[in-house]
């Protein structure tokens, strides 16, 4: 079967020719600036194409080479230079392939050649790509798990939208007879403006629930009052107030409304970003734990392949912060920024999605 594949998932093949080419995971900065004073010897990369069938591929530096083994046994020793190479072709071809699927050819034969069949290889967590590396600060080798994230097509989605994240408010104080009004509002800006006619006639949106019990818990996990933080946050995107979550943070810490101080709230939004890239879904139960457990690998506009290890957490932090912004999912979809009677009283669901700058 030939391989096709998005931009995204081009760049995950993109990222592993490349790390076996350099050998090395280099560190990113909280500005997404290569980091000179940081990286991570890779001691090897392990794809499980197949169940029971694991391929390891070990960088050797020191004589150019990359030996590649299947369930432990060597099959080949390559040059990294020809992964380089290949590199090279396949970030030219990510940056001007057309369509939202496309073929490879070249880049196909290749990966073939060294046991890759598909473009991501089976995984239950948010890992795209598990690696054994060594720390040169600490001196500690271990296995890691991380996300790979690129900018070489569309801005990619932290939060993907669902059913499970939309959050239910009260509406009090608007007219019964104002509903039809308000939901036939289909201009360009028709959050923003459905939001707007709902104020603007004594409207008042409180925050009722979340419509999945389990996102709420697992909001609860870093803040008891995390879903009414992220509540606020949601009326100040629909109403148009800010978008980007640095800015969303200064909206709610202005409003106040847990009675936290500033830094309170910018931290737990740290935290909530942080989370949701390490692991946490909408819809299953979360411990606590980070699915990704070396961090996120971040492919740039230019094609570097850039880490912000854990050990970096707080720079991964600041980039998320200040690289993330609330969008709009689909009205029609998930059934939100409508408003409906339910229980006596008027409410209205607005949803949660977060993307990329």
Not at 316 to 334: C, E, G, P, V
Request: with cysteine; proline share 3%; aromatic share 8%.
């Amino acid at each position: 079967m030939t391989i096709t594949g998005n931009k995204g998932e081009w760049s995950e093949i993109y990222a592993f020719l490349r790390l076996l080419a350099d050998g090395k995971l280099h560190a990113a900065d909280e500005n997404l600036n290569r980091k000179k004073d940081l990286h991570f010897l890779i001691i090897k990369i392990m794809r499980e194409e197949n169940k029971g069938l694991t391929c390891e591929y070990r960088p050797i530096i020191e004589t150019g080479e990359v030996e590649i083994y299947l369930n432990g046994r060597q099959m080949k020793k390559m040059s990294a230079a020809d992964f380089n190479r290949e590199a090279d072709v396949l970030l030219d071809s990510i940056v001007n392939g057309k369509g939202s699927s496309f073929k490879i050819p070249r880049i196909e034969t290749f990966i073939r050649d060294i046991y890759v069949n598909k473009l991501k290889a089976p995984s239950s967590d948010k890992s795209d790509i598990d690696m054994e590396v060594h720390d040169i600060k600490t001196g500690l080798d271990g296995p890691a798990g991380f996300s790979i994230k690129s900018k070489l097509g569309s801005q990619s989605t932290l939060l993907n939208p669902g059913n499970t994240t939309n959050f239910i408010y009260r509406v009090k104080g608007l007219d019964r007879s104002l509903i039809e009004e308000v939901n036939s509002i289909n201009t360009p800006r028709k959050f923003k403006d459905r939001i707007k006619a709902i104020t603007d006639n004594g409207g008042e949106l409180i925050f009722h629930s979340m419509q999945n019990d389990t996102f709420s818990e697992n909001l609860k996990m870093i803040d008891g009052q995390m879903p009414e933080a992220v509540a606020t946050m949601l009326i100040g995107h629909y109403s148009d107030a800010a978008t980007k979550c640095v800015d969303l943070s200064e909206y709610v810490s202005r409003l106040d409304p847990l009675k936290r101080s500033r830094k309170n709230y910018v931290y737990k939004i740290k935290e909530l970003l942080s989370a949701i890239a390490l692991g946490m879904k909408p819809g299953t139960e979360w411990h606590g734990t980070s699915d990704a457990s070396g961090g996120y690998i971040i492919v740039t506009a230019e094609g570097e392949v850039l880490a912000y290890h854990l050990h970096n957490r707080d720079e991964f932090m600041n980039y998320l912060l200040n690289n993330t912004k609330f969008d709009s999912a689909s009205m029609k979809r998930y059934g939100h920024c409508i408003l409906y009677e339910e229980e006596g009283e008027l409410r209205l669901k607005l949803n949660l999605q977060i993307r990329f700058i």
